[in-house]
T-cell receptor, first 111, second 112 residues
Framework: KQEVTQIPAALSVPEGENLVLNCSFT??????LQWFRQDPGKGLTSLLL?????REQTSGRLNASLDKSSGRSTLYIAASQPGDSATYLC??????????FGGGTRLMVKP | DTEVTQTPKHLVMGMTNKKSLKCEQH?????MYWYKQKAKKPPELMFV???????INESVPSRFSPECPNSSLLNLHLHALQPEDSALYLC???????????FGPGTRLTVT
């Protein structure tokens, strides 16, 4: 059974810092890996999708990498802003379309 | 249009009530999902519909009854719920190609 772990569970940084969120998964037979953002009480917003054959994806200040062999993905946020404060979730999709979520990283960016 | 809509946004119901949650997408996705999310926890999968047929039921109690009337709509019928069923209920859909999942804003359910 797939297990997804996110480290750290919480992170507080001053505005402007570059930061890295980590995600690890136990079963490398994934179809893709998604990074989501969730604001309190809201739904999930898809940030980046990395297919199993890809190594990284970029969108604006966000860059996500995938290393299937080591079972790791990282989300890099450049020049963090207070508006980036949210919970970030990674999720691995298996061949059966099932998503397994990590526990999330709660990010606080202080002005 | 990459939007999944859910109604209602908030729902308060007693343990003897019957209510329904509704989810809609017009992206042509043929897979739709119901998730339950408790505070400060990741979403937990409840049901998966693939081409309007129930393909996965994650051992959800029968007081939750899903329905997929057509390829754009997904309902979750609720009956005789318990206070511990209070949570954020999220709907999602995905394409057959990328399998990227798109989530709706959720329905905040409170069972009194």
């Amino acid at each position: 059974k797939q297990e997804v772990t996110q480290i750290p569970a919480a992170l507080s940084v001053p505005e402007g810092e570059n930061l890295v969120l980590n995600c690890s998964f136990t079963d490398s037979a994934i179809y893709n890996l998604q990074w989501f953002r969730q604001d309190p009480g809201k739904g999930l917003t898809s940030l980046l999708l990395i297919q199993s054959s890809q190594r990284e994806q970029t969108s604006g200040r966000l860059n996500a990498s995938l290393d299937k062999s080591s079972g790791r993905s990282t989300l890099y946020i450049a020049a963090s802003q207070p508006g980036d404060s949210a919970t970030y979730l990674c999720a691995a999709t298996d061949a059966g379309n099932m998503l397994t979520f990590g526990g999330g990283t709660r990010l606080m960016v202080k002005p | 249009d990459t939007e999944v809509t859910q109604t209602p946004k908030h729902l308060v119901m007693g343990m003897t009530n019957k209510k329904s949650l509704k989810c809609e997408q017009h992206m042509g996705h043929r897979a739709m999902y119901w998730y339950k999310q408790k505070a400060k926890k990741p979403p937990e999968l409840m049901f998966v519909y693939s081409y309007e047929k129930l393909s996965i039921n994650e051992s959800v109690p029968s007081r939750f009854s899903p329905e997929c009337p057509n390829s754009s709509l997904l309902n979750l019928h609720l009956h005789a719920l318990q206070p511990e069923d209070s949570a954020l209920y999220l709907c999602a859909s995905s394409s057959a190609g990328t399998r990227e999942q798109y989530f709706g804003p959720g329905t905040r359910l409170t069972v009194t």
